[in-house]
């Protein structure tokens, strides 16, 4: 059974694809395209005004031409917004600018108007609707072209500022702190907490089988499993690390002993490979379950901004503010009734480490900003 976070997660990596959104809307184009049909299964016939034929026919022969300009028209534009994020902010941002609602609901929008035109427009001139399916239709075209130029207003908007440095730096910060506001209120992901040199310690080691990094821990999968051999798990690669063959994900401590003394039946069933199903790994982070990763994408963005080539000071003084917010957001009070409960007994997570995390938000920046005097003074207010 999949929990609420994995689900959560899974969800995340949907909306990185573009053609989930086009796809739900295709075929929800050619669905309403067939239920207008309804209107005259139904006996409507009398009861909605006469729309010719050419009328509606000519409606949907300008929108089956136009759509399918403007739709590659949205992802040419689309492409170059994401280079732009890429060459002027950096490549982990390219993810969030991709996620992004607007354009992809625009994209949607127009690929869905165009199905539905194509549609329309062959059940029409097969005259397989009467004068209530074809009011319907006439209808539907009138909405769905609303649709259409509403979306396209807003995503000219949308596209203006996609790929530019300020925008892209509201939204990894943005995704940021959305991941500390949840390890905020869940510093253990709902385990138990432990040291991370305690996490280090004795045990049996279980190891990735795959070289990556560690994206997201199924905690119901960890707990289900120690609980099924009544053992405890600990947890020694949050996500955001780096897995390789001499690297643990985890190490199984308290009942060791007892299982591997127990009967032959237990001891067969005793597979640690099996904990680390829990871990999805793969070869890039992602910004949902590790908080640091957001810090270091805007000291990243901050440190492109102050190389010899750019030399722009200014965005790394937008970057220092973005992160001063977020660590003020991370040290603000948690109300009690927000925060997450223990749920996981048997599974032991150690807490992220504010040293690190300083470390990944201005150490690149203070060693590139050094030079700058306007850099250096907005640095040492921030650390007051």
Request: charged share 20%.
């Amino acid at each position: 059974m999949l929990s609420a976070d994995r689900l959560r997660f899974v969800f995340s990596r949907i909306k990185e694809r573009l053609w989930v959104k086009p796809l739900m809307l295709s075929g929800l184009s050619v669905g309403g395209a067939f239920i207008a049909k309804l209107a005259d299964n139904l006996g409507f016939s009398g009861v909605f005004p006469e729309v010719s034929l050419e009328s509606v026919e000519s409606l949907l022969s300008i929108m089956a031409s136009s759509m399918m300009v403007i739709a590659t028209f949205a992802v040419g534009s689309m492409v170059a917004a994401y280079a732009s994020a890429s060459a002027s902010a950096t490549p982990r941002s390219i993810p969030l600018v991709i996620a992004d609602d607007v354009t992809q609901n625009a994209l949607s929008a127009f690929i869905g108007a165009f199905i539905f035109s194509i549609v329309s427009l062959i059940a029409i001139q097969n005259q397989m609707f009467d004068s209530a399916g074809r009011f319907a239709i006439f209808a539907l075209t009138l909405l769905v072209f609303a649709i259409v130029v509403i979306t396209f207003v807003r995503w000219v908007d949308r596209i203006a500022r996609l790929g530019r440095v300020v925008n892209t730096i509201e939204q990894v910060e943005k995704a940021a702190g959305d991941a500390l506001d949840r390890r905020r209120h869940a510093p253990t992901l709902g385990a138990l907490t432990v040291s991370p040199r305690q996490a280090e310690g004795k045990g049996l080691p279980v190891y990735s089988p795959t070289v990556g990094y560690v994206q997201h821990i199924d905690l119901e999968t960890l707990q289900s499993h120690a609980e099924a051999l009544k053992c405890h798990a600990t947890v020694t690669a949050l996500p955001g690390t780096f897995v390789c063959a001499g690297r643990p994900l985890l190490r199984i401590d308290e009942g060791l002993d007892e299982l591997l003394e127990g009967s032959d039946e237990e001891s067969q069933a005793f597979k640690p490979d099996a904990f680390a199903s829990a871990f999805t790994i793969n070869p890039n982070r992602t910004f949902d379950d590790d908080p640091r990763f957001g810090l270091l994408a805007l000291s990243e963005i901050a440190d492109k901004a102050l190389s010899p080539a750019i030399n722009d000071p200014g965005t790394a003084i937008n970057v220092i503010g973005a992160l001063v917010r977020l660590f003020t957001l991370w040290q603000s009070p948690r109300e009690e009734n927000a925060l997450q409960k223990i749920t996981y007994d048997r599974v032991s997570i150690p807490e992220l480490v504010i040293e690190d995390m300083f470390d990944d938000a201005f150490t690149a920046i203070a060693r590139d900003g050094a030079g700058l005097v306007e850099v250096s003074i907005r640095l040492q207010k921030a650390f007051c």
